[in-house]
């Protein structure tokens, strides 16, 4: 079989050095990778631009090159989204991944299918639970109704807890204590920022089977490849 071209989009800025080597590692050699990032070429003041207004009910956060975090409105990313699909098409890619769990909507722009990690997760994983309680962690306080919104058209009990894979000032520790207090039948780590250390560490200190969408994407889209 040729070499396929996925195209992996952040919402941030690329190259994901801290996410895309964990996906790499499970899709092999035979798969080439395409990168782009829908703050790519913006100025501070152009991100700043979509930081979300009081109020906003879909705060996104990601990743800029240099290490840094950002929160961002997902409305006014979408039209960035749209322009790094078409361009991954230009480039020859059969896929377009995007790396991140948020609940968007449909982008239209393009002829290549488009994986949203979500919606993925969405379908899978009840079929993990028997009682159909799920824990879930998130990296920002504002964020925390829309995953209790979006996880509770899956599973009958929802719990959400904080923690911000990007900021080294946070840790585990408590969103692990939150997690045992709910008893869940499994947890989710509710971003492609969150890594395989931070995936051990939570099982470790909860008991819990834990999920980890970088990898459970990767795992789904070496299956189409192969």
């Known amino acids: 079989m040729a070499v ?8 941030g800025q690329s190259p994901r050095t801290d996410v895309v080597p964990e996906i790499r590692e499970i899709l092999g050699q035979d798969v080439q990778i395409l ?11 152009e991100v700043e631009g979509l930081n979300p207004e009081e109020g906003c009910e879909n705060v996104l956060v990601s990743r800029l090159k240099d290490g840094a975090w950002v929160t961002m409105d997902e409305n006014k990313l979408l039209p960035l989204l749209e322009e790094r ?64 919104e979006k996880w509770s058209s899956a599973m009958a009990h929802v719990a959400v807890t904080v923690c911000n894979p990007y900021d080294r000032g946070q840790n585990l520790e408590q969103a692990a204590i939150d997690m045992r207090e709910v008893d869940p039948d499994f947890i989710v780590l509710d971003c492609i920022g969150y890594n395989k250390e931070m995936k051990h560490k939570m099982e470790q200190l909860t008991g819990k089977p834990v999920i980890l969408p970088r990898s459970f994407l990767a795992g789904v889209i070496r299956e189409w490849c192969s």
């Open 85 to 148: 699909i078409k361009q991954l098409e230009e480039q020859g890619a059969a896929l377009g991944v995007l790396l991140c769990t948020g609940l968007f909507p449909s982008i239209q722009e393009g002829e290549i299918p488009i994986i949203y990690p979500f919606r993925l997760m969405e379908t899978v994983l009840p079929c993990f639970s028997r009682r159909g309680r799920v824990g879930i962690v998130t990296p920002d306080e504002k964020q925390k109704g829309l995953c209790l």
């Open 35 to 45: 990168e782009t990032g829908a703050l790519d070429g913006l100025s501070m003041e």
């Open 4 to 11: 396929r071209k996925i195209g992996l989009i952040t919402i």
